[in-house]
């Protein structure tokens, strides 16, 4: 706890100059509002000393009334002022947020749930906002109060001051109990709330998997007895903090009839007016007032807290490795080699062992083998979206991990299964790999992977907008898009991951000539299902269990007739 409070105040210490100004008027406005049993005391006082008088009451009246307005208008300002530094605070810590999620190590990224990470970045912050604001609002100036406060009761009765002291903070103690209780409900409350986003996250991307398997009831079962376990930690964490606020109440109530029985003894004995304990009761109310506001917030403010220990665990994540200061991998030609690589994803089981393999400029290289056996993990490790575990990759004699990763990837053409497009038009989403292309060679290449035909007849042609990842888009229209990109980029190497598996017979045939221009003369590495695709390689790596089981041509393979010849005859008997 303390950790993440030290943490928000480096964030809010960038507003200096605002705090300050927030603290100048809750001082200014506190002492005011403080000023006016001042003067309505004097005004008891002097009827009482010379009688019913409506020129002096009328003046005590009048300042009252402006000293009233002008407290209304520093506590207007000092709202102003205190919503802008938790906005631009929330604002920081957001920018901070998204900043790391695009530096974390992509293992992060694929351990966690998806609608966890969006809800730390959105829902917690929001949670954290609203916290951050009542603190702002109640706590800062409610503990400004009771200091000001003291010091006005003080200069009018030291007995009754220090009757008043004595006995409310009995509140905070009680305060501080229920609060420590509750923080590990309000954490498991904010965990619980993670992983329902995360179910509702994944329900609504795979809606049409939920729907075709009847999947439905078994999700909402799911949906149920997460919500079930939030109402129980919610409730719990609400009806143990809601203690508070009755408890500081009743303690509030008797510092009042305290300084009630205190007060008229002094007046009694002569040791304060009647004016004089009319303000120390009024002063009274104002200083128990923060101890009620602040224990009835203190449940938004733990909740607030424990959503911004979340927010700083995302934030103080190691992100990966930094290559700021390495040079850039220039004139790629396609030389690609792997020398004694091992990688597992968990250390207690080994994926990939020993692997070598040396590719030339302009070899195609396909990987094949069951599922689980590492191609898709050979691919993140040429791509560095992983480091190896020991051993090392070269392209063009350097080790990727001596060279930039954008250099790296911008060598490298992408196609994936699983495809990706981002909201915008259809033309946003080709030049994705380059922004500066021309409308010919946008046609071109469009033409090239016969996408052009369907685009020609969407209702604006490239201007087309697409939803979040293509969801207008048919799975093979989806593809098309992202073999274009590809196409019009151009780079020196390509990666084809099962880059035809969602589109028709008759067009594969047409895309696989257009592949056979792509890859005239670039590093190519092709992993594929269909042997079909592949009979042409130059080299064929088959894989099992993380292993390059076997390595040769298509007709090398089969004059073998071993694993391949297996997986080849299985698909065509």
Same mark, same amino acid.
């Given at each position: 706890?303390? *950790? ?10 960038? +507003? ?5 100004? &927030? ?11 403080? %000023? ?13 000393? &010379? ?24 506590? #207007? ?26 530096? /974390? ?49 003080? +200069? ?24 420590? *209780? ?40 799911? =949906? ?31 510092? %009042? ?22 303000? $120390? ?29 979340? $927010? ?42 020993? =692997? ?50 954008? +250099? ?9 299964? !699983?495809? #990706? ?7 946003? *989403? ?16 469009? @033409? ?20 979040? !990842?293509?969801g207008n888009l048919s799975a093979g229209q989806r593809q098309l898009l992202c073999i274009t990109r590809v196409m019009l980029s151009a780079p020196p190497m390509l990666i084809l991951d099962e880059a035809t598996?969602?589109? !028709?017979? @008759? ?9 056979? @221009? ?12 269909? /042997? ?5 390689? !130059? ?35």
């Amino acid at each position: 706890m303390k *950790n993440t409070v030290k943490k928000l105040l480096g964030f809010l210490g960038k +507003s200096r100059t605002a705090l300050m100004m &927030s603290v100048l008027l809750a001082a200014a406005s506190i002492c005011l509002s403080l %000023y006016v049993p001042i003067l309505f005391g004097s005004a008891i006082d002097n009827i009482l000393d &010379s009688g019913v008088s409506f020129g002096p009451i009328l003046e005590f009246l009048t300042r009252a009334g402006i000293v009233v307005v002008i407290c209304a208008i520093l506590q #207007w300002a000092m709202g102003i002022i205190n919503n802008r530094i938790t906005f631009e605070t929330v604002r920081r810590v957001r920018e901070r947020a998204f900043e790391k999620l695009e530096h /974390l190590p992509l293992k992060y990224i694929d351990s966690n749930a998806y609608g966890d990470l969006l809800s730390r970045v959105i829902s917690d912050v929001d949670t954290f906002a609203d916290g951050l604001l009542m603190g702002f609002s109640q706590v800062f100036t409610g503990i400004a109060t009771i200091i000001v406060t003291f010091g006005f009761m003080l +200069s009018i009765s030291l007995k009754v001051a220090l009757v008043a002291a004595l006995l409310t903070p009995l509140s905070v103690f009680v305060a501080r109990f229920v609060a420590k *209780n509750t923080h590990s409900l309000f954490q498991k409350q904010s965990v619980i709330r993670g992983e329902q986003t995360a179910l509702i996250d994944e329900m609504t991307g795979g809606a049409r998997v939920v729907a075709a398997y009847g999947y439905r009831g078994r999700s909402e079962e799911r =949906f149920d007895k997460i919500n079930r376990e939030l109402e129980k930690t919610s409730r719990r964490a609400i009806f143990y903090s809601s203690l508070v606020n009755p408890t500081t109440r009743f303690v509030n109530a008797v510092v %009042y009839a305290a300084v009630c029985l205190v007060g008229a003894m002094t007046v009694i004995s002569g040791g304060m007016t009647v004016g004089g304990l009319s303000a $120390i009761l009024a002063y009274a109310n104002q200083f128990t007032k923060p101890f009620n506001e602040i224990s009835g917030v203190i449940t938004e403010l733990q909740n607030a807290l424990v959503c911004a220990q979340r $927010i700083f665990e995302l934030i103080d994540q190691e992100p990966e490795v930094s290559d700021e200061n390495l040079p850039e991998l220039k004139d790629i030609k396609g030389n690609v080699a792997v020398e004694n690589v091992a990688f597992s994803y968990d250390p207690k089981r080994p994926l990939i062992k020993n =692997f070598n393999l040396k590719v030339e400029p302009g070899k195609r290289v396909a990987i094949v083998g069951p599922t689980g056996c590492g191609k898709t993990t050979l691919i993140n490790l040429l791509m560095r979206f992983y480091d190896v575990d020991s051993g090392k990759i070269s392209v063009e004699g350097e080790d990727i991990r001596n060279i930039t990763r954008h +250099s790296l990837r911008q060598g490298y053409g992408m196609v994936l299964q !699983d495809t #990706w497009l981002r909201s915008g038009t259809i033309r946003d *989403n080709i030049i994705m790999g380059k922004p500066d292309a021309t409308e010919e060679e946008i046609v071109a290449a469009s @033409k090239a992977t016969h996408a052009h035909s369907f685009i020609k007849r969407l209702p604006q042609g490239y201007d087309t907008p697409v939803g979040e !990842d293509g969801g207008n888009l048919s799975a093979g229209q989806r593809q098309l898009l992202c073999i274009t990109r590809v196409m019009l980029s151009a780079p020196p190497m390509l990666i084809l991951d099962e880059a035809t598996s969602n589109i !028709d017979t @008759k067009t594969e045939l047409r895309v696989q000539r257009a592949f056979e @221009k792509l890859m005239t003369g670039k590093t190519s590495f092709i992993v594929a299902h269909r /042997l079909s695709t592949i009979m042409s390689a !130059d080299m064929i790596l088959v894989m099992r269990d993380g292993n390059v089981v076997e390595q040769g041509t298509h007709s090398e393979l089969m004059e073998k007739g071993g694993f391949y010849a297996e997986l080849y005859n299985s698909q065509f008997s």
